[in-house]
């Protein structure tokens, strides 16, 4: 079965300082891994996705994310952060088998607070 | 481009009436359309998949005769709530996917709040 794990339910950082959100996953077949952030009471706005190619992908907003298949990661990354990235980051992946339906499962999310 | 909308943003009824709510795919066409409740501070629940012209397909624990799906042409899907209890009062979230390079992609909606009272 698929399954996401964000280890963490919160992370602090301080404004310009680098901040790492962790994503795990678990999947048969060649994932497809997506970061997403939600602000209060809005959508998920789409941040970066990992499909083939390059392992270190770069998406909105000057974050990142690492792919890493041995350990089964997907850690989202920002060298500098700002206390505007203060939100709720959500992981998920899809399956990339045969007949995928496209169905996203989510980790349980994470709360990125930056402090001035 | 990919942008999704939902229709109304937030909707407040009483306890035992039917709420719709829409989803639209307002610059593409949308192979499949997602449908995602979520509590406060909680994860994106995914309720049923939904593909234009054929019956939803629902999660595991989600009643189908209790949440409605419709999903009339390419770029409307709509989701009744019918019977509205205050249990049913949540976060909802659309999604619309297309297929592109050879994955699904989904675009989200900026959701609907929902209150039963």
């Known amino acids: 079965a698929q399954s996401v794990a964000q280890p963490e339910d919160q992370v602090n950082v301080a404004e310009g300082n680098p901040l790492t959100v962790k994503c795990t996953y678990s999947?048969?077949?060649?994932?497809?891994l997506f970061w997403y952030v939600q602000y209060p009471n809005r959508g998920l706005q789409f941040l970066l996705k990992y499909i083939t190619g390059d392992n270190l992908v770069k998406g909105s907003y000057g974050f990142e994310a690492e792919f890493n298949k041995s350990q089964t990661s997907f850690h989202l990354k920002k060298p500098s952060a700002l206390v505007s990235d203060s939100a709720l980051y959500f992981c998920a992946v899809s399956a990339s088998i045969s007949g995928n339906t496209g169905k996203l499962i989510f980790g349980q999310g994470t709360t990125l607070q930056v402090k001035p | 481009g990919a942008v999704v909308s939902q229709h109304p943003s937030w909707v407040i009824c009483k306890s035992g009436t039917s709420v719709k709510i829409e989803c639209r795919s307002l610059d593409f066409q949308a192979t499949t359309m997602f449908w995602y409740r979520q509590f406060p501070k909680q994860s994106l629940m995914l309720m049923a998949t939904?593909?234009?012209?054929?019956?939803?397909?629902?999660e595991q624990g989600v009643e189908k005769d209790k949440f409605l799906i419709n999903h009339a042409s390419l770029t409307l899907s709509t989701l009744t709530v019918t019977s509205a209890h205050p249990e049913d009062s949540s976060f909802y979230i659309c999604s619309a996917g297309r297929v592109g390079l050879g994955v699904n992609e989904q675009f989200f909606g900026p959701g609907t709040r929902l209150t039963v009272l």
């Open positions: 999947v048969s077949g060649n994932p497809y």
């Open positions: 939904s593909n234009e012209g054929s019956k939803a397909t629902y």
